[in-house]
């Protein structure tokens, strides 16, 4: 199983990046796929979430300004991430949770000016 992650980079605040994860080696379409992040001295946490039928979640401080979305004939999940605020600056990883629970590489933003 691989998860690759890639878009990370260094962005000012207020700007957009959009993060890709591409997924091999699973059925993703039955997979809930996401997007955690952790911040140099905190813990690993959730970010947004899409589940099998596409219904999705998102942690409170990236609501009205992260999207998830996925495409199951590709096997990528993306988060579309807008107004970015330096507190936004961590690694962020994606996961596919099934049965078993996996993780990519992670992938750096950075949200500074």
């Known amino acids: 199983v691989q998860l690759q992650a890639s878009g990370g980079g260094l962005v000012q605040p207020g700007g957009s990046l959009r993060l890709s994860c591409a997924a091999s080696?699973?059925?993703?379409?039955?997979?809930?796929m996401g997007w955690y992040r952790q911040a140099p001295g905190k813990q690993r946490e959730l970010v947004a979430a899409?589940?099998?039928?596409?219904?999705?979640n998102y942690a409170d401080s990236v609501k009205g300004r992260f999207t998830i979305s996925r495409d199951n004939a590709k096997n990528t999940v993306n988060l579309q991430m807008n107004s970015l605020k330096p507190e936004d600056t961590a690694v962020y990883y994606c996961?596919?949770?099934?049965?078993?629970?996996?993780w990519g590489q992670g992938t750096l933003v950075t949200v500074s000016s």
């Open positions: 899409i589940v099998r039928n596409s219904s999705t």
């Open positions: 996961n596919a949770q099934f049965v078993d629970s996996y």
């Open positions: 080696g699973i059925i993703f379409s039955i997979n809930n």
